[in-house]
């Protein structure tokens, strides 16, 4: 699947490949990459990855954050021409005893 995380007329749907889920959220600010991250992740199970992709400067201090926060795992964090692309494996959900 080819997917260009720059065109804004995917409408920002989620997307799913083999590998990872993709969560296109350019041009959306703080806090909606970090709300519409946990939305997704919410759908996925333990273990599954997430590719996000951000042009909010303010994501690179949060998804990091929410993930350690939450108990998942923030596999890559790079640049991704004016965007920057995140890999977030779900974590196992925590059981209260």
């Known amino acids: ?6 065109d804004h ?5 989620v997307e ?5 889920t993709l969560l296109d959220v ?3 600010q703080c806090p909606l990459p970090v709300l ?3 939305k997704a992740l919410r ?4 273990g599954a990855v ?3 992709i951000s042009t909010d400067p303010m994501a690179k201090i949060d998804i990091p954050h929410f993930c350690s926060e939450h108990g998942h795992k923030l596999l890559l964090q790079e ?3 004016a965007a920057t692309a995140y890999l977030v494996e779900k974590g196992v959900k925590k059981t209260v005893i």
Not at 1 to 6: A, W
Not at 9 to 13: F, K, T
Not at 43 to 46: A, E, P, Q, T, V
């Open 79 to 81: 640049p991704h021409g």
């Open 1 to 6: 699947m080819t997917f260009d995380p720059l």
């Open 36 to 38: 519409k991250t946990q």
């Open 9 to 13: 007329s995917s409408n920002r749907a």
């Open 43 to 46: 759908g996925l199970d333990s």
């Open 16 to 20: 799913t490949d083999a590998k990872a």
């Open 26 to 28: 350019s041009g959306l």
């Open 50 to 52: 997430l590719r996000v």
